[in-house]
């Protein structure tokens, strides 16, 4: 099967790559299918010119998009797609509801807000805040979510629930947490923003870089307005899919009109 080198356009291994996932895609090589040799695949994509490292280039590009992986002597493989979990939405527990994993915190208090934060948190910036990074583990799959929360100091300073990941209440949620401080949480505010995960982050939630994600930003509120918790939660596509439902209160049903039949009454 010819592939797009009939086209001269870009670098000669964003053409092997190009040709590699039609053929994924087309189903000509399936899952767990193992590829060709370097120096075959060359030869039938770039005429045979010595092309090795162009395919090795765009394997490479493949194996961090979750196309293809490698698997040490034996070889380059289509890669098999994955369950992905479903995250409903909102999310503002430790674990997404029906994930069978567990999650891990880590805790630094005193870190000063910086502007964006303390402007959805409503205080101002360099106010003293604990900053917690949580991350959500499947069995043998590693951190599959992760998520960066904040939290103001002046709220919870002097209290046994500072630190979200330590002391008795470390396993309640932020709203069960905030009732040891009187704190009642009525409200949840979510942005969803689509991104590209960068190294740094590809690697927080094993997935490749340049892969899709969400970035879900959400601020929890107490019954007097003020915000309690802003947090950053990182969706990787590769292994969630979001899931939002919400009540629609029953509409009255609408008026009818009785046709008349008849003449006007006498």
């Not at 527990?93 to 029906?98: C, E, H, I, S, T």
């Not at 005193?110 to 003293?128: C, N, T, Y």
């Not at 100091?153 to 500072?162: A, D, K, N, Q, R």
């Not at 942005?191 to 879900?216: E, F, K, N």
Request: hydrophobic residues 40%; charged residues 20%; contains cysteine.
């Amino acid at each position: 099967m010819s592939g797009p080198s009939d086209s001269d356009s870009g670098f000669p291994y964003e053409r092997v790559a190009l040709a590699i996932r039609e053929r994924v895609a087309a189903g000509v090589w399936p899952p767990g299918h193992r590829l060709p040799s370097r120096q075959a695949l060359a030869h039938e994509l770039l005429g045979g010119t010595g092309g090795e490292n162009a395919v090795r280039r765009a394997q490479e590009v493949l194996i961090e998009a979750g196309v293809l992986e490698a698997r040490k002597g034996s070889g380059t493989y289509v890669r098999t797609p994955r369950r992905r979990h479903v995250l409903t939405a909102p999310f503002y527990g430790l674990l997404p509801a029906g994930f069978d994993g567990t999650w891990q915190a880590q805790s630094a208090p005193r870190v000063p807000a910086p502007h964006s934060i303390a402007e959805r948190l409503g205080i101002e910036p360099g106010a003293l805040c604990v900053r917690t990074e949580y991350t959500v583990h499947a069995v043998a799959e590693g951190p599959l979510l992760a998520v960066t929360s904040w939290e103001p100091m002046e709220l919870t300073g002097s209290s046994l629930i500072v630190l979200p990941g330590h002391g008795p209440f470390a396993s309640g949620t932020v709203a069960e947490r905030m009732t040891q401080v009187d704190v009642r949480v009525t409200a949840v505010k979510e942005t969803l923003v689509p991104v590209l995960l960068d190294r740094a982050q590809a690697q927080r939630v094993s997935s490749p870089a340049g892969s899709m994600a969400t970035v879900i930003t959400r601020t929890l509120t107490a019954s007097d307005g003020r915000a309690v918790e802003t947090a950053d939660m990182l969706v990787p596509a590769l292994h969630w899919e979001l899931s939002y439902q919400h009540p629609i209160a029953p509409a009255p049903p609408p008026a009818l009109e009785v046709p008349r039949t008849g003449g006007e009454p006498r």
